[in-house]
């Protein structure tokens, strides 16, 4: 052989050498993950997680094994707060609720009595006037189907305010005044009665509820 001719196979042997090195390279790189961002670089190798979770079970297990008597008992005192906080909390809460239903029904109970006494108010004198007419139109001949026509009409707004639970103030002589559903329009000497006592009604009032619509207009005593 010639000195060539080593020199080629030499060269030759050294290009395997490089391609086996190569190969074995690629081959390691192939078995590792790796993280690269949008620019190839590379972040980190991805490691598998599932080996570090089952140890820290087992350590947990061997922790809570590791638990003496006081200290189950602390931490069983512990979750008992919590326990007992989470409740007194989900109570506070339902009595918001519950405080919460009770002023809206409150609320929607005298917006609906607001409205009824705007309403019903303006009919009170209208049945003053009928009253008036009821008392001053004949009995008997032609005239008393015109009071049977009052009397009709009378009846039936009387029917509206009891189905609205509009209730009528009367007073009557010998009755002590009383100012919260009594209007006093007039004071006279009387020899049956003492002071301060109704001697006569002038004009019914309305009590809606607990609500005066309208005090009783009266005579009292002086």
Not at 43 to 56: G, L, Y
Not at 68 to 82: D, G, I
Not at 137 to 156: C, Q, V, Y
Request: proline letters at 3%; hydrophobic letters at 35%; charged letters at 30%.
């Amino acid at each position: 052989m010639t000195v060539t001719d080593k020199n080629i196979s030499n060269k030759q042997d050294t290009m395997k050498d490089s391609n086996q090195t190569t190969d074995t390279n690629w081959s390691d790189n192939s078995d590792k993950k790796e993280n690269t961002d949008e620019n190839g670089n590379v972040i980190e190798n991805v490691t598998d997680a599932p080996d570090n979770e089952e140890d820290n079970k087992k350590d947990d297990a061997v922790a809570v094994e590791d638990l003496t008597v006081e200290q189950w008992l602390e931490k069983l005192s512990v979750a008992e707060t919590l326990a007992a906080d989470r409740l007194d909390g989900q109570q506070r809460a339902l009595a918001d609720f519950q405080n919460f239903k009770r002023r809206k029904a409150q609320e929607m109970q005298l917006a609906h009595q607001n409205a009824a006494a705007e309403l019903l108010s303006q009919f009170f004198t209208i049945v003053d006037d009928l009253q008036l007419a009821l008392e001053s139109l004949p009995t008997a001949g032609d005239g008393a189907k015109w009071s049977e026509g009052f009397n009709m009409i009378h009846r039936k707004i009387l029917s509206v305010f009891e189905k609205e639970k509009v209730v009528t103030i009367t007073a009557k002589p010998g009755e002590p005044f009383d100012p919260h559903i009594h209007e006093a329009i007039m004071q006279e000497a009387h020899d049956d009665y003492a002071s301060d006592v109704i001697v006569a009604m002038v004009r019914p009032g309305y009590l809606l509820g607990e609500r005066v619509l309208r005090p009783a207009q009266v005579r009292v005593a002086e």
